[in-house]
């Protein structure tokens, strides 16, 4: 594995950035890190203290390390944070079997985890990251000490309607449909449609965030590979709904070990508020945390809330781990 330094500007709230630029908020930097197959950028913020645990958060369809900025800021005294772009997404580049499965991009994390020697770490994932990051759990739970998942993307009877179009994009063919429907937009336009979908109360974002997201919506739309990234993903969850015994999300969410915290939004449109329960039940030992305000990306809209929940899980269960070391010394 090798690691190097990206360039970028200093602050979010600068102008935005031409196409192909990395963008860096303040006080985050980036590196880029080359395994067997593919090359991940990796969005660390210095701790505020040197032996804080590690951390890593993984974003959602059409998202990137990004999303994660409000919240790893609010959890810089606690813990030692990374943000991954998933292969394809962000600045990483597209993996080179183009597999974007659940399966393979898990397998991405996991590589990414044994490289660096990280492990265990306390694990976010949202949406697509959700999913990813259930299976990390329930196939290495060596590298996960607690789990936090925020709308995850896991399997339902009943797709919300406004989940639909996503959906569309699995199917052979649609992308340039889809595409064509999407031309003749602005990045404005789209970058709108997007934030409506996913934010539970879309006024709630600054104008240099928003600015900031039609500037990262522009690069996107510039990569000759975004909607291959788009649709092979959105296909991937699509065939891990339909997986049966060992490999269906749902055995793998009851085959978790870590202490889990699940955040669902009551404003969610693409994965339904219903799920909260059936996600409760299914991760043992589970804590639930709801937010009737939220859409899909709790983090990004109330990162106050998500974070003292998340310490809240960090704190019992440094005491349980404590408590267990103590018993295994006597």
Known sequence: MSSTELPGVR????????????RVAEGERLRSVALPGLT??????????????????VHGLGGSSLNWSALMGQLEDAVDGEAVDLPGFGDSAPPADRDYS??????????HLDAAGRGPVHLFGNSLGGAVSTRVAAVRPDLVRTLTLISPALPEL????TA??????????????VSRMF?????????????G?????????TPEGFRDAVAEMERRMALPYFWEAMSRSSRGIVDAYTLGGQHGLWRQAQRVLAPTLLVYGGRDRLVSYRMARKAAAAFRGSRLLTLPEAGHVAMMEYPDLVAAAFLDLL?????????HTGEDRG
């Open 11 to 22: 602050s979010a709230a600068e102008l935005p950035s031409p196409v192909g630029a990395v």
């Open 40 to 57: 991940l950028t990796v969005r660390s913020r210095p701790p505020a203290r040197r032996g804080l645990p590690p951390a890593l958060f």
């Open 102 to 111: 659940v399966t393979a991009l898990a397998r991405a994390v996991i590589r």
């Open 183 to 195: 031309r003749d937009l602005t990045a404005e336009q789209r970058t709108r449609g997007v934030m």
């Open 315 to 323: 704190r019992d269960d440094r005491t349980g781990h404590e408590l």
């Open 164 to 177: 639909v179009p996503t959906a569309l994009l699995a199917v052979p063919g649609a992308v340039s449909v």
């Open 158 to 161: 009943r797709v919300q309607r």
């Open 197 to 205: 979908l996913c934010y539970g109360d879309p006024s709630r974002v």
